[in-house]
Each structure stands twice: as structure tokens, then as C-alpha cells.
């Protein structure tokens, strides 16, 4: 391969995105991860792709908006470009409602994302949830929204992957960097710039989570008391996840998992004969704004940072690579400033 215009450190999700957004503008690439492919907290298994409330409105929930909208067109082109599944569908999201005051709160957000969602998705209040299953609701009320989509994210990363590869891109265990430089290293570098500054820019919060074989491909996603049950399109359904920032190993799975999973079958009693499939554990980048860290790199000149997914990485990763690639690629700054890195130092 001729020398890279651009070198991508991590294959994760931002990374991969980033690399297939800038290889599709013409750039030469190279993406490097010693792990491969999905080998940190993009190889899991949820993919829960979900939208922050319509309500108290920001750059990060406009941007996020902006990101779920474009994701059907992102994964369809990976997808041809690698004849690759994502995993990706546009399913939407129900919600039981567990009080009165949980009812009013949600009709107050339909309102809200009638006009904050651009009559591009919906929030609906309903008492008659689509799918095939659904949870009880102690209200017999539900939020259904229209905006959520599910997507493998093993699957999504090994699809990008590949549509890099047919593109000319290297996607290696071990290279130089060489054009310029993005660092899209998840927790371990999030923990690594920590160490060398004043306070730390973030950290890695470690999720367990586990797959069921259990088929609910037609129906949505659904969140139930901060638990997400995921119905992919292979006919499995992903449960998660634990949010720890105390653990013993980050790879490992526990009774903290078999506690969620508990959960997930008294929350959908549908679930309780289904096999558990895979257990899974892995560190997600969190950092210290929860935003995405996106710009110029706080310790390496000349290079740049894409970091900080943390639960959202993989809605977020369409327009992370867009504003990404218009940075490094055109000199042109498109970042909401509640994401550039000086907001997390």
C-alpha cells in the first residue's frame, strides 16, 4: 500500500467509522488495533442505538438526533460495500410506564419531540405496544418511539472492516503511523492520557451483558427500568448492561450479570426458558464531560482524538466520522465545543 494519508489508532467503532468516511472522500488509509477489529467494547453484543429524551435540548442531543437519522444510510453503504451484515434495523423502542407521574412526564415529551425531533421520528404514548412481546406495564401505558434502532455491534465492526479492506484500506495488529493521526484507542487510551494529566480526562466503566436464544427479530427494542433487552436480526436477543466502575477484572462476567439477568426475566417473563448463548464483559470509554472527545489530540501535536463512546458510541459513529473527516481531512471544525477535549481536561 502507498504511505497512508491518514492513520487510525483503534478499530473500534469510531476508528473503523471514521477510517470508511475518510476512505470514501478519497483518502489512503490505514486503521491499526493490536486487538483487531472490535476488540475492546465495539465487540459486544447489545447494540442498543437510542435517543436521549426529547426534552432540555442540547448540542449533544442535536447531534446525537442528527447521527441516529443518518444511520440507516451509513450501515445500508457498509453493507454493500462489504456484502456484510451490521445488524442494523430502524425497530424503534417501547417503554413501560411505572407510575402516574411517569405517564404525565412522557406525555410532556411527545410534545416536546414533536418539535425537537423535526417530525423525522416519533414519541407516542400508547397503551398498545407493537411486537410481538411486550412487558407489563403497572400503568398499562407505554412509550413507543420510532427513532431507536438495534445494530450486532461484533457484526458492525467486522462488516466496516471489511468494506475498508475491499476499499484498499490495511486494517492490521501492528504498523506505523504514517499521514496524520487519529487515536480512537477506547478506555485504554482515555486511562492512559489520564495517568499523564493534572486530573483525569476519563476513564472505562465496565459493562457486563449476555445473549439469549431467543427469536424477536420483527419486534423493538425494549427499556425497562434501566435495562435493555435487544432483539436482533439473527434471531437472538441481547440483555445489558451492568455500569461498574469498581471490578475486579474487566473481562470477566459475574453475579452481577446473573443479577441482570434475573431482571431482564421477571421485567419479560417471556425470557425465562430462553438459553443464555455468550456471557460478555469489556471496559466502555466514558469520559469525564460524558461526551464524545472529538479534535486536535490535548498531548500528541498534530495529532487528533476520537474517544468517549461510552454507551452511545455506535449511535453517535455515523456523524463522529462525518465532523471527524471534515476536521482532519478539509481543516473544516465542525465539533460541538461540549465535545472538544479541552472541556474534559
Known amino acids: 500500500m ?43 453484543i447489545v447494540g442498543a442505538l437510542a435517543p436521549h429524551v426529547p426534552e432540555n ?24 460495500i462489504s456484502g456484510k451484515t451490521s445488524g442494523y434495523g430502524r425497530t424503534g423502542r417501547v417503554q413501560p ?30 397503551q398498545t405496544p407493537p411486537g410481538p412481546v411486550a412487558p407489563p406495564s403497572p400503568t398499562g401505558w407505554y412509550v413507543v418511539d420510532t427513532l431507536s434502532a438495534r445494530l450486532h455491534p461484533r457484526q458492525a465492526c467486522q462488516a466496516l472492516s471489511a468494506a475498508l479492506r ?15 493521526v487519529i487515536h480512537a484507542t477506547g478506555a485504554t487510551g482515555l486511562i492512559e492520557m489520564s495517568s499523564k494529566l493534572t486530573r483525569p480526562i476519563g ?17 423493538p427494542q425494549l427499556f425497562v427500568d434501566g435495562l435493555h433487552i435487544v432483539p436482533h436480526g439473527d434471531g437472538t436477543t441481547a440483555i445489558g448492561s451492568t455500569s461498574e466502575r469498581d471490578y475486579d477484572a474487566p473481562d470477566t462476567t459475574d453475579d452481577q450479570l446473573d443479577n441482570l439477568l434475573e431482571k431482564a ?16 464483559a469489556g471496559l466502555r470509554p466514558r469520559s469525564r464531560s460524558r ?19 461510552f454507551k452511545i458510541g455506535f449511535g453517535m459513529a455515523p456523524k463522529v ?23 474534559s481536561l
Open 265 to 280: 426475566r421477571h421485567a419479560l417473563p417471556d425470557l425465562r426458558n430462553a438459553p443464555v448463548i455468550e456471557r460478555w
Open 2 to 44: 502507498a504511505s497512508a494519508d491518514i492513520t487510525i489508532l483503534g478499530a473500534g467503532v469510531f476508528g473503523l467509522s471514521i477510517a470508511f468516511v475518510c476512505q470514501q472522500r478519497g483518502a489512503k488509509v490505514q486503521v491499526i488495533d493490536p486487538g483487531g477489529p472490535g476488540a475492546g467494547a465495539s465487540g459486544g
Open 166 to 180: 475491499k476499499g484498499g484500506a490495511n486494517v492490521i495488529k501492528e504498523g506505523t503511523g504514517m499521514g496524520r
Open 321 to 343: 466520522a462525518d465532523v471527524m473527516a471534515d476536521l482532519v481531512l478539509d481543516g473544516v471544525d465542525r465539533i460541538p465545543e461540549g465535545f472538544k477535549p479541552e472541556v
Open 97 to 126: 410506564l411505572l407510575d402516574a407521574r411517569a405517564v404525565e412526564l412522557a406525555q410532556d415529551r411527545e410534545q416536546g419531540a414533536q418539535k425537537l425531533w423535526q417530525g423525522r421520528a416519533a414519541w407516542t404514548v400508547t
Open 291 to 309: 461526551a464524545p472527545i472529538l479534535g486536535e489530540h490535548p498531548l500528541r501535536e498534530g495529532d487528533f482524538i476520537a474517544n468517549g463512546g
Open 203 to 219: 476513564n472505562g466503566v465496565k459493562g457486563q451483558a449476555a445473549l439469549l436464544d431467543f427469536d424477536a427479530r420483527t419486534g
Open 57 to 80: 435540548w442540547n448540542d449533544k442531543k442535536a447531534f446525537q438526533l442528527e447521527s441516529l437519522l443518518m444511520a440507516e444510510a451509513f450501515w445500508a453503504e457498509v453493507e454493500r
